[in-house]
Nanobody, 127 residues
Framework: QVQLVESGGGSVQAGGSLRLSCAASELTFRHYAMGWFRQVPGKEREFVAAISRSGENTDYVDSVQGRFTISRDNAKSTEYLQMNSLKPEDTAVYYC????????????????????WGQGTQVTVSS
């Protein structure tokens, strides 16, 4: 069955960096638009970043714009989230998600549109 496995989470001080990875298996990765979401206890899952199938289009929530970079390597069936200048408010469980996309340029920012989810990886930023 389809699996998305996140890695790279951890604890870091404010101003530090982390790189999250999401390895996909049992799906044709290049056919899927990908996204990153995050969630803290008691709150809804929040959109962080999205990337189209081709990788040519990306989108970010305003709070991470200029600090986070989403990318993908279709040959490795893996997407990434490079997180720089981390802030305590970035603390959350981060999830990757996948959705089939007919158009190479299409991306998705609504969690309800995604079909497959990873198990999540904890990111903790201390002040």
């Amino acid at each position: 069955q389809v699996q998305l496995v996140e890695s790279g989470g951890g604890s870091v001080q404010a101003g530090g960096s982390l790189r999250l990875s999401c390895a996909a298996s049992e799906l044709t990765f290049r056919h899927y638009a990908m996204g990153w979401f995050r969630q803290v206890p008691g709150k809804e899952r929040e959109f962080v970043a999205a990337i189209s199938r081709s990788g040519e289009n990306t989108d970010y929530v305003d709070s991470v714009q200029g600090r986070f970079t989403i990318s993908r390597d279709n040959a490795k069936s893996t997407e990434y989230l490079q997180m720089n200048s981390l802030k305590p408010e970035d603390t959350a469980v981060y999830y990757c998600a996948a959705k089939t996309a007919l158009l190479g340029s299409r991306l998705y920012t609504n969690s309800h549109e995604y079909t497959y989810w990873g198990q999540g990886t904890q990111v903790t930023v201390s002040s």
